[in-house]
């Protein structure tokens, strides 16, 4: 299992010192959390900062109830802005942007599949607290409309 791992690398992450455009994702870095699904599982993301907080790296696990998913994010600056790649154990890549404002970050709107009925789209925003955090996904496919609830697990870290 890797989220020992993982647990263990975020947890010797010190204080980060991101570039100016990640400093609304600090609160989350250095840290590793969890949240519970149905069935079972268990989503855990730790993030560490990478090359001296010029990016931030997200990775993921999902496991438990018969399911293993791996995921790793790649946040950084371009042109101003805050943009990422996420790339899965099951070979799916996503691009995008990312906007913090407070501790509210916006992921924006993505096509997340196409089809005879038109663009499936997907908006994503996280809500920050201060040992906590949910995530929240609108769209219009129903099946995709979702909110999960994740929590700091003390002593965690992130790697692989």
């Excluded at 990640?22 to 855990?44: N, S, Y």
């Amino acid at each position: 299992m890797i989220v020992p791992h993982l647990i263990a690398l975020a947890a010797s992450a010190a204080a980060p010192n991101l570039a100016p455009a990640l400093a609304p994702m600090a609160p989350l870095v250095g840290h590793c959390w969890a949240a519970d699904l149905p069935g079972g599982q268990r989503d855990v993301h730790c993030f560490e900062p990478m090359y001296d907080g010029r990016f931030v790296r997200d990775r993921h696990e999902v496991s438990g109830g018969g399911t293993h998913y791996l995921g790793e994010t790649v946040y950084g600056v371009e042109a101003g802005q805050v943009a990422f790649t996420y790339w899965s154990s099951d070979g799916e890549t996503m691009r995008g942007t990312m906007r913090g404002d407070g501790r509210r970050l916006d992921f924006g709107e993505s096509v997340v599949g196409r089809g005879p009925a038109g663009d499936t789209r997907l908006r994503t925003q996280w809500l920050l607290g201060e040992a906590s955090y949910d995530a929240r996904w609108t769209s219009n496919d129903p099946r995709l409309t979702r909110a999960m609830h994740y929590v700091r697990i003390e002593g965690g870290a992130a790697g692989r």
